[in-house]
């Protein structure tokens, strides 16, 4: 099979509720761009369908808070996966101006159990944080049919009317999710009472206010999840 490099445009255009973005794909071969599909925009909730590959339906469980409890403003934007998304893909990211002035937050979700991920994840483990990406574990975890894989987050805000384009992956992609929420507070920029107003959003930490995306928890007894069974390959 000749390999393309798909573009995957992820443009926050929004209006009324100011909920989330839209997304195409596009697939370049040569100098010719076409596009593929519009992503659409998926509601959020804390356990919900996700993208599918090969008649196989994937599940997401535990959607973040930060997401989930802020569904309105919220939406998940699943790349096409029937194919592998091959490297030279980029992704194209845009906060709106008319979310009342406020930034916008972006996420990647991607399966990660080392080794296993390790030919599946395109390299975004590494080239999105020294693009400037927070990594964090919260994340949900996936599943096709019974057992439930682990993923790793990344987030970025955007200013509004940023755009941001990701730098090219370096390797196959898939079991991967895009998420955006609008309206999101510029915790950085707020003082001790701004922040705690903004709170769970923002957490005040080391005299700093930060985002709260990814809490600390205290974990409770349990089996942590276990990601020794790698997840099948369902292309053929």
Same mark, same amino acid.
């Given at each position: 099979?000749? *390999? =393309? !490099? ?12 100011? #909920?989330?973005? $839209? ?13 593929? $599909?519009?992503?659409?925009?998926? #509601? %959020? ?12 339906? !994937? ?29 030279? @893909? ?9 979310? +009342?002035? $406020? ?16 030919? @599946?994840?395109?390299?975004? @483990? !590494? ?9 964090? +574990? ?6 096709? %049919?019974?057992? *439930? ?9 955007? !200013? ?5 384009? +990701? ?8 079991? %991967?999710?895009?998420? #955006? ?28 206010? $930060? ?14 999840? +276990?990601?020794?069974?790698? %997840?099948?390959?369902? =292309?053929?």
């Amino acid at each position: 099979m000749m *390999k =393309f !490099a798909l573009l995957a445009a992820l443009t926050a255009t929004v209006s009324g509720t100011c #909920s989330g973005g $839209k997304a195409w794909i596009y697939r370049t071969l040569a100098d010719d761009t076409k596009e593929l $599909k519009n992503l659409g925009q998926e #509601s %959020v909730s804390r356990d919900m369908p996700g993208w599918s590959i090969s008649g196989m339906d !994937a599940r997401l469980w535990g959607v973040p808070d930060i997401l989930s409890n802020y569904a309105d403003n919220a939406r998940a934007h699943f790349p096409d996966q029937t194919e592998m998304i091959l490297p030279g @893909t980029q992704f194209k990211l845009k906060c709106p101006n008319d979310c +009342s002035g $406020k930034p916008c937050d972006f996420f990647f979700f991607v399966y990660h159990c080392p080794p296993c991920s390790h030919d @599946t994840n395109g390299g975004l @483990t !590494a080239i999105l944080p020294a693009d400037g990406w927070e990594a964090g +574990s919260c994340a949900p975890r996936f599943s096709y %049919v019974a057992d *439930k894989y682990e993923m790793v987050g990344f987030r970025r805000q955007l !200013a509004p009317g940023e755009t941001y384009w +990701s730098p090219q992956i370096e390797g196959d992609l898939m079991h %991967v999710a895009i998420f #955006s929420i609008a309206r999101q507070p510029d915790c950085p920029t707020f003082g001790y009472n701004g922040c705690i107003g903004c709170f769970p959003q923002c957490d005040w930490q080391d005299a700093t206010c $930060k985002s709260n995306w990814c809490p600390r928890r205290f974990i409770q007894g349990g089996t942590p999840p +276990s990601c020794m069974n790698c %997840v099948p390959n369902y =292309f053929p």
